[in-house]
């Protein structure tokens, strides 16, 4: 049978970002992942340097994910994909943590140092969440130096790999690594980072390569959720509807 899949990392809910562009596009992808196998899926707007969450962005981006919530045919939270940069320093992390979780998604940037990374990654661990590192495998940084990532899961901030990266979308580089940081085990969480039909956001081809490769033991946990616990048991930050991963 058929493992059901949690994919912590989308873009389905239209925010002004490269995702989702309307409800009947968030609708289309939700239909997609259900049919491929996602039982539970993460909308992750991105909040970049130049598209930051302002109050006034945060209650359309919540319109469009209850309505998307009530309309889709699979479990649908709400998270978003921090781009590092100093101003997230000066504010809760918990405003950003995945619904039901302890984990705040931080992206490596893809070009650039990784300072401001680390910067905010400690400033999430400061305020008792858990950094969850996004596509390392994608990174410049990474890519000439792949120690740093094993580094950051050495902090215990689990890393994400991109389903897509495990399928060789984004090049031999990136595959490369995806497959390192999995058979070292430092990958903890693989996940779509889907923004479109033509880049969905479904885990199924990736889970059948993995467990190919690794056995189907090995691969579960990193598609069914069972990355998004942490060891940490203190009350969850609070949040309308937070529930358990
Ligand atoms: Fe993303």
């Known amino acids: ?12 809910v239209p925010s002004g970002d490269d995702g989702a562009k309307s409800h009947a596009d968030g609708i289309d992808l939700c ?14 707007p991105h909040v970049w340097p130049h598209l930051v969450l302002t109050e006034q962005r945060e209650r359309v981006i919540r319109q469009a994910f209850e309505e998307l919530r009530r309309d889709a045919p699979l479990e649908l939270r709400l998270g978003f994909e921090l781009t590092p940069a100093p101003p997230l320093l000066e504010e809760d992390p918990a405003r950003y943590v995945l619904e ?44 000439a130096l792949p120690e740093l990532a094993e580094e950051l899961a050495e ?16 090049g031999p580089e990136a595959e490369a690594l995806a497959w390192r940081f999995i ?25 059948e390569l993995v467990s190919a490769r690794v056995g189907e033991e090995a691969a579960l946990p990193l598609f069914d959720g069972s990355g998004l616990r942490t060891r940490d048991r ?12």
């Open 100 to 143: 039901g979780t302890r984990l705040v998604l931080v992206e490596v940037p893809f070009a650039g140092p990784a300072d401001e990374l680390w910067a905010l990654a400690e400033h999430i661990e400061t305020a008792g969440l858990v950094p969850l590192v996004a596509h390392p495998e994608r990174t410049e940084v990474v890519r």
């Open 234 to 245: 203190r009350p969850l930050p609070s949040r309308a509807g937070a529930r358990d991963a």
């Open 155 to 170: 902090r215990a901030w689990p890393l994400q790999v991109n389903s897509t990266s495990i399928t060789g979308r984004h």
């Open 183 to 207: 058979e070292q085990g430092h990958a903890k969480i693989v996940a779509s980072d889907g923004h479109r039909l033509t880049r969905p956001a479904r885990l199924d081809d990736a889970y």
């Open 1 to 12: 049978m058929r493992p059901r899949f949690v994919d912590c990392h989308s873009h389905v």
């Open 31 to 44: 239909k997609l992942a259900a049919r491929a196998g996602t039982e539970i899926l993460y909308a992750t």
